[in-house]
């Protein structure tokens, strides 16, 4: 891992933030979810070093939608690891994992930002539900359209009725009502 400058400012609040929102039950089910979902039991202490030479995430993601990750590299060169992060990316972009919940190579090769790579793997657990995955599941799922069909007749009737979000004036007056001292004539 890279050497990098203790963060001072800004920076540190930045990191601070992002370090704040560790929940480490949540890393433990996405491991064991990952673990389940390849079939296999990763080494390492934290998730940091179970993931970062991509291989289980490769691993992953061909186990969801097979041929995702042509070439998974098993070398422990740095730039053959980023290469794996890199393909997986790509890869869950296919498959329908917005960009906005993935993670960067960066965040995990050199644990920048370990909470994003958590909850990039539960935006793909989610995505995996979504497209009819029958294993195990992690993460809410997402929604699905429900579209209705209103007959015009329907529509018509709602337009007679008065809804209560808009409230309800019946038998209401302002007497009794004052705020502050009354006027003196």
């Known amino acids: 891992m890279a050497h990098r400058a203790t963060k001072h400012g800004l920076a540190a609040e930045a990191k601070a933030k992002i370090d704040s929102k560790y929940n480490p039950e949540q890393e433990r089910e996405c491991l064991e979810w990952l673990e389940t979902v390849i079939g296999e039991k990763l080494n390492g202490a934290s998730a940091h070093e179970k993931l970062k030479d991509g291989v289980a995430l490769c691993k992953l993601i ?53 909470v994003q790579v958590i909850c990039t793997i539960e935006a793909l657990g989610r995505q995996a539900q979504k497209k009819g995955y029958s294993g195990p ?49």
């Open 62 to 114: 061909n186990q969801l939608q097979p041929g995702s990750v042509r070439k998974v590299n098993e070398s422990k060169m740095a730039f053959k690891q980023m290469e794996n992060i890199s393909s997986f990316l790509t890869a869950i972009g296919k498959y329908g994992v917005p960009v906005h919940d993935q993670f960067q190579t960066v965040d995990l090769y050199e644990a920048q930002n370990m």
């Open 137 to 185: 599941t992690i993460g809410a799922k997402i929604a699905t359209e429900n579209k209705r069909d209103f007959t015009e007749e329907q529509l018509n009737a709602g337009q007679s009725i008065v809804g209560l979000q808009m409230g309800s004036n019946k038998g209401a007056n302002a007497a009794g009502v004052n705020f502050g001292m009354t006027r003196h004539m």
